[in-house]
């Protein structure tokens, strides 16, 4: 079994003076010693922010690729090691999963296999489905916001159109002019198949399926009258 510390510090300015990883280098240390254990190494960030997932990080990348099943971590703080639910939880999970203990002082001890850690997991699976919704939150109101601005959202893109460089879509005028006559001969009272005849003749091979698709779409609103 082999015992592992690890510390972090966001700033460069942090990382240069050393207070704050000393603090947190000198609790793992008494930490361990408290409870009978010898450290074999410390793992030591200095100046990443905890906003990065915890594999991610240079010293955290290499603290999860060297713990083996019977392995403890310590850290002097829950948001020395993350700053994100989902990531903690993840992490979590995957190192009681394979026997491996992560002491969190603050939080008063092993934090994966004693009695806090039900306790732990279920307020981390809390904020972490409140974390998710947040996320979720924000992405819907990019998209709505992107979509508003003509911005191209990503999958396939819509016939009649190209990407731009600034990521809106900007209309093929030979392409519009097929939609245009598209429309038309549906108003006509032409059926589908006869629609997707009269563009194949045109150089346009679509199935009546995708003809539908194309005169059904929000798209339209952005073709050329």
Known sequence: MAVYGYARVSTGRQASEGESLDVQQRQ???????????LDAMFV???VS????LGDRPEGAALLSVLKPGDTVITAKLDRMFRSSLNALDVLAQLKARSISLHMIDLGGDVTGNGISKLVFTILSAVAEAERDRIRERIAVVKEDQKGRGRYLGGTIPFGFAVAPDGSLTAIETEQAAIREMSALRAAGKSLRAIAEAMKARGFNMSHNRVNDILTRPAMQYAAA
């Open 50 to 53: 905890g906003s990065k997932p």
């Open 28 to 38: 793992i240390e008494g930490y361990a010693m408290m409870i009978g254990l010898k």
């Open 45 to 47: 960030e200095r100046g």
